[in-house]
């Protein structure tokens, strides 16, 4: 009886995980990639499948001043843009929608912080 209990109680537990589990990231591959984009917007609201969509270009482009470098870099040595933007992605992996569109959320702060302080720093130069 106690056997058949645990037995139960085990498998209740891997469903119930199963049942919850919440997409991650994956970065293997393009196709990866657009799998796990699809999955996590399943979950989200419309603001917040918005938000991730953002979120995810942010990222794959490294930064509004990479992404400047970035396409200088593909048009010399005519490396694939794609390439590129898998690359840069990867600073994504493993991390769920919501953690995805933390993370956008806290790098917008940081770019704001920091166009403020070389504003001022330009306006105290001149």
Do not use: C, W
Not at 4 to 9: A, E, M, S
Not at 91 to 119: P, R
């Amino acid at each position: 009886m106690k056997k058949k209990l645990l037995i139960v109680g085990f498998a209740t537990s891997l469903f119930a995980t199963a049942a919850f589990a919440v997409e991650k990231f994956d970065v293997s591959s393009k196709e990866d990639i657009q799998r796990s984009i699809k999955s996590m917007k399943n979950d989200l609201n419309e603001d917040q499948a918005k938000s991730l969509n953002k979120a995810i270009m942010f990222f794959s482009m490294g930064s509004p001043s990479d992404f400047k470098v970035m396409m200088k870099i593909a048009k010399l040595d005519k490396i694939k843009k794609e390439t590129l933007f898998l690359d840069n992605i990867h600073v994504l992996k493993g991390l769920t929608g919501e953690e995805i569109i933390a993370k956008y959320v806290y790098a917008k702060k940081e770019l704001k912080k920091a166009k403020a302080v070389n504003t001022k720093k330009s306006n105290k130069e001149k």
